[in-house]
């Protein structure tokens, strides 16, 4: 495994993949210091999941390389596995297992992918359900929960593998508008807990708020990126001006 | 009128119901005992191919296609053909250990091969229809492939299979009746050598009420499960 001492703590380089004929992404090229946090937005389709796929290596990255905490991903003898549990993914549809109580879902990866003991993972898990006040649903079973509930269990079970990283896909997408909030707020907590993060997401007005940097993806591109303000006040690219002003418009409607 | 009584009395002499009883049961012991062990063999064999079946990767291809090959197989060729080729065919091989055992466990191999063919495909169907996701979940929070499949997929896919599966035990269940041909002393055939000892048939009424009488408890157990998950499914449209 090669090491890279200097250097972000994620490095994508050149990036590149294909469904088929279709190029979903064309030579990323992106850094995220640790601690910081980066929004990807941009219209569905643009690749904006499908980057954060690759980074827990749900995806092959075809062509390029990306490093993690100086592991390279994108190299044939990396451990999979012991990867991912660095790695925290969080997915728009929550994924929780729904034959297992909120507080096993939260326990299952300590206990099996880090082999810890049943007590200790309970006491890993019982302050994060506390945390987001969910510690009296630790019995129930999902489908019991709302959808920002889920999400919210679905965000700590994740982070309940301690990871240096979380990715975040789209994470408030299925929700009714008035269980966003309660998502977001943990979200935020996270950034300035320092915990670094990308994330992909439609919610302009919270990249603005904890984004580090903004990149909008376009047909698998970054086409422009830097801070929040420059992004949302003075965008360079007519793409991005277009994206936004589209956006912006459908929260006019809504 | 005559024949009609004839057949009346060949069928249902209350007589030789008394007499045939015993016989009889002492014969389905029998088949409860293949009935048990089958399928508790039939679970965990029909598992574990479903699994194989499923490896992803060009590494275990070889495993798939032999997976095939046995669901194809025993799926196509008829129980009793099953039954001599393993009753009359092991004991030919003089392989010292598996060309000594009884006929009975004869039988309970025959039902095995077939009913692990049709129960893998009902495993398969299972693990297909839990959603990638939840797989991607697990995969994502590191564990391994056979983690995911043990902790994850396989406890979905075996709540949702439970009815069919039943239905195949129920199929099994009366199956074990066909390995008389290669001469084991179950229920059905000590129908049979009764019903040639005495001239009548009420040892076969015998023998049919044994078998309805462990089918009828599992097949509404099967509907019962049926009902509930329908009903669950109905709560959750909602």
Known sequence: ?254 | MHAFHQVIHAFFNPHSYTLAMPDVWSGFQLNLRMMAIAEVLVLVLALGIAILRGLPGPAARPLRALAIAYADFFRGTPIIIVAFLVGFGLPGLQLGYISSRSVTTYGVIALTLVYTAYVTEVYRAGIESVHPSQRAAARSLGLSYMQAMRYVVVPQAVRRVIPPLLNDFIGLQKDTAIVSVIGVAEAAQSAGQFSNRNGDFPSYVVAAVFFILITIPLARFTDHLVMKRERLERAQAF
């Open chain 1, 1 to 254: 495994m090669s090491t890279n001492g200097n250097g972000a703590f994620v490095q994508i380089r050149g990036v590149s993949k294909w469904f088929g004929d279709l190029q979903v992404l064309d030579k990323i090229t992106l850094d995220v210091p640790e601690h910081n946090v980066v929004c990807l937005i941009g219209a569905s389709g643009s690749g904006k999941s499908t980057l954060l796929r690759c980074l827990n290596l749900l995806e092959q990255v075809e062509e390029g390389e990306i490093v993690v905490d100086g592991q390279r991903l994108t190299h044939d003898k990396v451990d999979v596995n012991d990867l991912r549990r660095k790695i925290g993914i969080v997915f728009q549809a929550y994924n929780l297992f729904p034959h297992m109580t909120v507080l096993q879902n939260v326990m299952l990866a300590p206990r099996k992918a880090l082999g810890i003991s049943r007590d200790e993972a309970e006491e890993r898990a019982r302050p994060l359900l506390r945390r987001i006040g969910l510690e009296a649903k630790a019995d129930a079973f999902p489908d019991r929960l709302s959808g920002g509930q889920q999400q919210r269990v679905a965000i700590v079970r994740a982070l309940a593998m301690q990871p240096k990283l979380m990715l975040l896909d789209e994470i408030t997408s299925a929700l009714d508008p008035q269980l966003v909030t309660d998502v977001l707020q943990l979200v935020r907590e996270l950034a300035e807990s320092g915990m670094t993060m990308i994330l992909a997401t439609h919610e302009m007005g919270f990249a603005r708020e904890v984004a580090d940097k903004v990149c909008f993806l376009d047909a698998g591109c970054i086409s422009e990126e830097g801070p929040p303000e420059q992004i949302f006040s003075n965008p360079r690219e007519p793409r991005t001006r277009q994206f936004l002003s589209r956006v912006l418009e459908a929260e006019k409607l809504a």
